[in-house]
């Protein structure tokens, strides 16, 4: 029997496809967003350095430019997840703007209406007419009261300045005509 024997530099690689670890990258669960974070990167890592080939182990220069692509990796996420925070409490705030500017222009447009001659209708359907007296305001809007009766401002279809009363010109001023 002939033993083959290679020369030094001719060295065989050993096939390490078929020894897996408790955490290799087939068994790595992936995220709802179907991305890896860092630690499945830190896992990979590991794993590889744990299989190497030790005849051909990684070199320095590989090693530093994966640390180097996690460091990036995570100041990425972090100005990412900075980014939405701040998104986040932008849409808070325009929110909570619009709502108070929402709720006082109500308060405004339901003040205007006091002393004014309305036309709308009441909660029962009736037409209701009449100066608005004054302006109750609850969780469902402004409510104007006419002559007794509440009339939702969503509900108002005419507004008017109140018609002043006519005088005759031919009223007695207190003096009498001799």
Request: glycine share 8%.
């Amino acid at each position: 029997m002939a033993w083959n024997y290679l020369p030094r530099k001719e060295t065989k690689k050993m096939n390490l496809e078929g020894i897996s670890s408790g955490n290799s990258q087939s068994q790595i669960q992936k995220k709802d967003n179907q991305t890896l974070d860092k630690d499945d990167f830190l896992k990979l890592l590991v794993t590889q350095l744990k299989y190497q080939d030790p005849l051909n182990p990684m070199q320095d220069k590989e090693f530093i430019a994966q640390t180097a692509q996690f460091s990036t990796l995570e100041q990425m996420q972090n100005l990412n997840k900075t980014f939405e925070n701040g998104i986040e409490s932008l849409l808070v705030s325009q929110y909570e703007l619009l709502s108070s500017f929402s709720s006082w222009q109500s308060t405004l447009g339901g003040l205007s209406l006091i002393g004014k001659e309305i036309i709308g209708q009441d909660a029962d359907g009736e037409s209701v007419n009449g100066i608005v007296e004054k302006v109750r305001f609850t969780d469902k809007g402004p409510i104007a009261l006419i002559n007794g009766k509440e009339v939702k401002i969503s509900d108002i279809t005419e507004i008017g300045n109140p018609i002043a009363p006519v005088e005759n010109a031919d009223s007695n001023t207190g003096e009498e005509n001799e």
